[in-house]
């Protein structure tokens, strides 16, 4: 079983996808890893899949490391990569760099992902030269949702466009070792895979990409209510659940569970001497 590390995703460009879910939690990293899955994101969507927030915004380095630490422990293969969350790499270098190395030291986690492209390329140069591996992150940034007052889709127009194809090849030379394209029209995203030489992880961004990543908790269909069209729903687990929580509803109002083989029985020795 040999370990993923990010020279094991670099080396991937060109040979074969790279598969890579979100995980927030010990269960959901062991089923990725078990699975064979190469790269397990904790994402900061973390915030809204798990703790109920409406953005990514409220969520914080200590929530990112808690559940960091659950997710390392369920993975023996997969690489983690963990998001740094709003305005902790923004604020000053020296700040960036404790923060990340927080993130690493107390999780266990080989690398860190960052939102942005050229406005954050000297963050990137000096994180990646104090040897923390980081994973860029360009096109719709949900950490700006209220910048662009929603969610849409990035790069349509030619200046957006020409602006992430410069953000790509300025992280690639900041010393990303890889790349999340959300969002862009796949011919963009096509574009930026070919012209740079670290792999694009796509989500929304098509089907040229070197990898793809999903939000677990979308593509099991766990929360049932209605996910981006760019989402892929492989199952349906919130039908699965309700079904299971009304049974078990409907059996402890009839007293049709717990059933004998669910309980435990005493010896009729004991049973005679507590009752006389
Ligand atoms: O937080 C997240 O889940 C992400 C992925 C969607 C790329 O950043
Ligand atoms: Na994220």
Known sequence: LKKITTATIRNMKNKEPITVLTAYDYPTAKACDEAGIEVILVGDSLGMVVLGYDSTIPVTIEDMIHHGKAVVRGVKRSLVVIDMPFMSYHISLADTLANAAKIMQLTGAASVKL???SEISETVRVLTSSGIPVMGHIGLLPQSVHQY???????????AAKKLLLDAKELEAAGAYAIVLECVPFELAKSITEQINIPTI???????????????????????????????????????IQNSLQQYIHEVKNRLFPLKEHSFDMTQEVLNQLYG
């Open 149 to 159: 007052g929603g969610y849409m889709v990035q790069g349509k127009d030619i200046e």
């Open 115 to 117: 939102e942005g492209g």
């Open 202 to 240: 796509g989500i929304g961004a098509g089907n040229n990409c070197d990898g793809q990543v999903l939000v677990i908790h979308d593509m099991l269909g766990i929360q049932g209510n209605v996910s981006p069209k760019f989402v892929k729903q492989y199952n349906s687990l919130s039908t699965e």
